[in-house]
Nanobody
Framework: QVQLVESGGGLVQPGGSLSLSCTASGSVFSIYSMGWHRQAPGKQRELVARITSGGSTNYADDVKGRFTISRDSAKDTVYLQMNSLKPEDTAVYYC??????????????WGQGTQVTVSS
């Protein structure tokens, strides 16, 4: 069993910054990828950023240049630094990891979600 715990959400004014973190615990053999998804009211959940075990990254077009995903592999932790926040960034942000939990088992796990609200 693997658990992901997120932290760092909150309320910020437009143009401000927030940092999110997500840490995995449990039966983690290795992590293939880590990512952040978000879901705004009335919208589908979308990928925000992703980082692989090899260090390659992907970002949604509307966050490129503003958000940075990073990891601390030794701590099984992924971070999302969010700068120049816009009201349209308001959403619940979910951490997702693809985790090897055994020699032949890989599963996806989700964090509990953390609210990010960008408003003046």
């Amino acid at each position: 069993q693997v658990q992901l715990v997120e932290s760092g959400g909150g309320l910020v004014q437009p143009g401000g910054s927030l940092s999110l973190s997500c840490t995995a615990s449990g039966s983690v053999f290795s992590i293939y990828s880590m990512g952040w998804h978000r879901q705004a009211p009335g919208k589908q959940r979308e990928l925000v950023a992703r980082i692989t075990s090899g260090g390659s990254t992907n970002y949604a077009d509307d966050v490129k240049g503003r958000f940075t995903i990073s990891r601390d592999s030794a701590k099984d932790t992924v971070y999302l630094q969010m700068n120049s926040l816009k009201p349209e960034d308001t959403a619940v942000y979910y951490c997702k990891m693809s985790v090897r939990t055994g020699a032949w088992q890989v599963s996806d796990f989700w964090g509990q979600g953390t609210q990010v609200t960008v408003s003046s």
